[in-house]
């Protein structure tokens, strides 16, 4: 008798969150329920993680929420400020939960790849060189002429490309590959996030950014694990801390492959949204958002209550799969 073939449905039939994955390895037994810390009620929410820990020295989604990469700056004789960046797609081996692997394409060695971050009217100046072994390119979302839009100008396994442009229009951008076929180089971790400030600076705020993402484990076209920032329920065991009535700035990002949408809820709580980031007046105020892939917004928020609030997205099979976590709000 042939194996039935594992599906992300099947997964959740067993149990509340991640029961079993499948791996670039073969199928792993997933790590079981959270034990951690005082005995918890079966249907608790916070039974919905994992146990154990990934290598967190290899990539901590603590550390990249925060981290923008401003490039190496200079100035150009007329005045105008150069910013450049070394870009290198690695294959690279990743961990998207305690034991479980996914064989990556990445940007700089990670999934997401650096978040990129200009002010409008910088000119920007990104070497790429290919390291990987397939073909790939970097796309950036935003203005810049036909020859530097990463879609013909495919760099072959130990080629390099330069691109150059001016950073506009200001926003919240995201940058790809955009080698075919898209959905296997987007799928495999090619992508990351693309800021590029105003002239007119917003007000000082706790920054993070949020790249949604998924990974399809077992090559069937279905995403098993789903998370922000690759590691499924890791803002579940290391909450995201804010201070009361502090205002929080999210860089929202959809990467997600083979699911038309995907959404974020935050409990307790409305945002402002800016959508795309285009804009310095808001759009909508909203406590759940739905975005398509490529599509990006700046949510904007102050908690009025202390303690700890969750957020996740809103398709709840998305959630139990690793797309969920905690915000620790602090008097």
């Known amino acids: 008798m042939k194996n039935k073939k594992l599906s992300r449905r099947k997964i959740l039939?067993?149990?509340?969150?991640?029961?079993?994955?499948?791996?670039?390895?073969?199928?792993?037994?997933?790590?079981?329920?959270?034990?951690?810390?005082?005995?918890?009620?079966?249907?608790?929410?916070?039974?919905?993680?994992?146990?154990?820990?990934?290598?967190l020295s290899q990539f901590?989604?603590?550390?990249?929420?925060?981290?923008?990469?401003?490039?190496?700056?200079?100035?150009?004789?007329?005045g105008q400020t150069l910013r450049e960046w070394d870009i290198v797609a690695v294959d690279k081996e990743i961990e998207i939960a305690p034991g479980v692997y996914f064989p990556a394409w990445?940007?700089?060695?990670?999934?997401?790849?650096?978040?990129?971050?200009?002010?409008?009217?910088?000119?920007?100046?990104?070497?790429?060189?290919?390291?990987?072994?397939?073909?790939?390119?970097?796309?950036?979302h935003g203005f810049h002429p036909a020859k530097m839009d990463g879609v013909f100008e495919v760099v072959k396994p130990g080629g390099e490309f330069v691109y150059e442009f001016e950073a506009e229009p200001f926003g919240l951008h995201l940058y790809h590959c955009h080698s075919v076929p898209l959905k296997r180089h987007i799928h495999k971790g090619l992508y990351g996030a693309f800021i590029v400030d105003p002239q007119e600076?917003?007000?000082?705020?706790?920054?993070?950014?949020?790249?949604?993402?998924?990974?399809?484990?077992?090559?069937?076209?279905?995403?098993?694990?789903?998370?922000?920032?690759?590691?499924?329920?890791?803002?579940?065991?290391?909450?995201?801390?804010?201070?009361?009535?502090?205002l929080v700035r999210i860089y929202l990002v959809n990467t997600l492959e083979f699911d038309l949408l995907n959404s974020l809820h935050i409990h307790g709580n409305f945002f402002e949204v800016y959508r795309t980031g285009t804009r310095l007046?808001?759009?909508?105020?909203?406590?759940?958002?739905?975005?398509?892939?490529?599509e990006r917004h700046i949510l904007e928020l102050k908690f009025r209550h202390p303690g700890t609030f969750m957020f996740h997205a809103h398709q709840s099979e998305f959630a139990e799969l690793g797309w969920m976590g905690f915000f620790e709000v602090e008097p």
Request: charged share 20%; proline share 6%.
């Open 13 to 55: 039939g067993g149990a509340v969150g991640v029961t079993a994955l499948a791996s670039g390895r073969g199928l792993l037994g997933a790590p079981a329920l959270s034990t951690d810390g005082p005995a918890l009620e079966a249907h608790d929410a916070r039974v919905m993680s994992t146990t154990g820990e990934v290598d």
């Open 60 to 78: 901590d989604p603590s550390k990249f929420l925060y981290e923008f990469d401003y490039g190496q700056v200079s100035e150009l004789p007329d």
């Open 106 to 140: 990445t940007y700089n060695g990670q999934v997401p790849g650096p978040t990129l971050r200009c002010t409008e009217g910088d000119r920007l100046r990104v070497r790429f060189s290919n390291a990987g072994s397939h073909p790939h390119t970097i796309h950036f």
């Open 201 to 246: 600076k917003r007000p000082e705020a706790r920054e993070m950014v949020l790249v949604m993402n998924g990974f399809d484990t077992n090559f069937d076209g279905d995403n098993e694990v789903y998370g922000v920032n690759s590691v499924a329920f890791h803002y579940h065991r290391h909450p995201i801390t804010v201070k009361l009535q502090e």
């Open 281 to 294: 007046t808001p759009d909508d105020f909203t406590d759940t958002i739905m975005l398509c892939q490529g």
